[in-house]
């Protein structure tokens, strides 16, 4: 090799410029494929023993709610003025037994007592006045029947003497003069007589009628004032029924008004629960549903006999009787949590019922993994609910594990890790 010449080196293929560019692509790449398979879901780590897990299950589902009742006598009788006055005197407590008719309380109304004294007065001045009435109709009666009497004899005199002058005056025995005197006092006796009896007849009629009319007049009068005594009778304010004299509204001497509420007696051969319900099972409730409740060890079977469709405050009023026995010793106003059934029962997928169903409003559930260190979400589709459980319509197997707690902390996690 001459001294012109001069030795070339052979580059390696792999520099580290080449090397360098490798490696950043090669990670570059990675990244990406991490972002893109990689599970981009938000996770929360969850403590375990901060949480309600429950295990869903195949049973018998209870269409029943509950619901809490108050006791109520069977029926309550209230007393209200018929006539008002002033409270003069009460005679019985509050609580007190009473039997019908028994005197509760006594009211004045010194107008009305004042009043069936005018009408009184006005009743004898007409029942006088009809008594006069009559006695002079009797004496018209009598009068005229008196006349008719004597008209009529007269009638028959001269009736014969007619006749009789007629004849002789034929035979010109008599005058014309005389004939004619004859016969003028027979047809004058005649009509005056015929006048009589129509008259007789038109008197008795007027008479009769006059006799109603006043009759009549009398008998409203009377009517009148037995009202009027009747409502003089209402002052004196008895018990209707037998029971229990639950309320006296007013305090002697206080001045009542017609229609106002005077006392409150409970018919106590019964009772009853009056029962408040979620509007929610409105549409659901109706009568002669089912109920029972526990008292003293023992269950009491119910039946709904009167729905209140009014909704107030979100709750709707029934009330339920006792369909055989009655608890002994109950009281008015004592309450108890009654098992009111809605329908059929029927086997079910169910879960117990837990605070997430106000978060989700039962449309999906975290379930948890085989290894149950994950739980996930999952959508499900709640039907009908009891008091302790929901029934699963779709989207849960028996046997699955589901947390019934509240996720009011997990925002908007997809999945919870579980952390002992």
């Known amino acids: 090799m001459s001294g012109m010449d001069r030795q070339i080196e052979r580059k390696h293929p792999f520099t580290k410029k080449v090397i360098t ?23 929360l780590n969850v403590s375990s023993d901060k949480i309600e897990i429950d295990t869903v299950k195949n049973g018998l589902f209870l269409d029943y709610i509950s619901v809490i009742g108050a006791v109520e006598p069977i029926r309550t009788i209230y007393i ?95 005058s014309r003069e005389e004939f004619e005197v004859s016969k ?28 109603n009319q006043l009759e009549s007049s009398v008998g409203r009068m009377q009517d009148n004032i037995k009202l009027i005594r009747q409502k003089l009778n209402s002052l004196d304010v008895c018990a209707p029924y037998d029971g229990q004299l639950a309320l006296i509204m007013p305090e002697i001497g206080e001045s009542m008004s017609v229609g106002q509420r005077l006392a409150q007696i409970n018919i106590l051969d019964a ?11 409105i549409t659901r409730v109706t009568k002669g549903l089912k109920g029972e409740f526990e008292f003293a060890d023992k269950v009491y079977a119910l039946k709904l006999t009167k729905l209140f469709p009014e909704v107030k405050d979100g709750r709707f009023i029934v009330e339920m009787e006792f369909e055989k026995e009655v608890p002994p010793q109950i009281k008015i106003g004592q309450t108890a949590r009654i098992r009111l059934e809605l329908g059929e029962s029927k086997q079910a997928v169910l879960i117990p019922r837990g605070a ?12 948890l993994d085989k290894n149950h260190n994950i739980a996930y979400r999952k959508n499900i589709k709640i039907g009908r609910q009891n008091p302790m459980f929901y029934e699963v319509l779709d989207g849960l197997e028996p046997g699955e594990m589901v947390i019934v707690s509240g996720y ?9 890790i579980l952390k002992n």
């Open 271 to 281: 009772y009853k629960m009056r029962v408040e319900v979620d509007e929610h099972y």
């Open 356 to 367: 997430f169903y106000q978060n989700t409003g039962g449309q999906w559930i975290f379930v």
């Open 408 to 416: 009011d902390t997990y925002g908007d996690a997809a999945k919870l």
């Open 184 to 211: 003028e006092n027979y047809e004058f006796t005649r009509d005056r007589f015929e006048l009589l009896l129509k008259t007789q007849q038109q008197d008795s009629l007027f008479r009769s009628l006059a006799i």
């Open 80 to 174: 209200d003025a018929t006539e008002g006055g002033q409270v003069n005197s009460i005679l019985l407590d509050e609580g007190t037994m009473v039997k019908k008719g028994d005197l509760i309380m006594k009211l004045t109304n010194t107008n009305l007592l004042l009043d069936i004294l005018n009408r009184e007065a006005n009743l004898a001045e007409q029942e006088n006045l009809l008594r006069t009435n009559r006695l002079q109709m009797e004496q018209n009666k009598l009068s005229i029947k008196s006349q008719i009497i004597e008209v009529k004899y007269q009638l028959k005199k001269y009736e014969r003497n007619f006749h009789s002058n007629e004849l002789l005056f034929k035979d010109q025995h008599i």
């Open 21 to 43: 560019y490798s490696v950043i692509g090669i990670v570059v790449v990675s990244v990406i494929l991490v972002f893109a398979f990689s599970d981009k879901s938000l996770k």
